[in-house]
Nanobody, 123 residues
Framework: QVQLVDSGGGSVQAGGSLRLSCAAPGRAFTSYGMGWFRQAPGKEREFVAAVSWGGGYTSYADSVKGRFTVSRDNAKNMVYLQMNSLKSEDTAVYYC????????????????WGQGTQVTVSS
């Protein structure tokens, strides 16, 4: 069992930055690919970014490439999503996710979810 605790959301103006954090206490952390999804009002949850077990490989949705950076610190059992050049269409609840691998997370095969953190971008 992996518990994920998301934090770092907030309100920001377009063009600004935020960094989301996901804490995943437990020795099994390095066994999982990790990532982020988001869900805007009235829309389905969508993939945003993922990072491999060791942090060496990443994958991004086209809509965030070049603006968002996903990373992990296995010594601290933490995953991060650095979001720059934010746009109003980035407004959503963001969820940390854990799966068997980076590929599994990208495919939506998520085993554990965080509780979500709200990101609001005003134009």
């Amino acid at each position: 069992q992996v518990q994920l605790v998301d934090s770092g959301g907030g309100s920001v103006q377009a063009g600004g930055s935020l960094r989301l954090s996901c804490a995943a206490p437990g020795r099994a952390f390095t066994s999982y690919g990790m990532g982020w999804f988001r869900q805007a009002p009235g829309k389905e949850r969508e993939f945003v970014a993922a990072v491999s077990w060791g942090g060496g490989y990443t994958s991004y949705a086209d809509s965030v490439k070049g603006r968002f950076t996903v990373s992990r610190d296995n010594a601290k059992n933490m995953v991060y999503l650095q979001m720059n050049s934010l746009k109003s269409e980035d407004t959503a609840v963001y969820y940390c996710a854990a799966g068997a691998s980076l590929g599994a997370v990208v495919a939506g095969a998520v085993q554990y979810w965080g509780q979500g953190t709200q990101v609001t971008v005003s134009s």
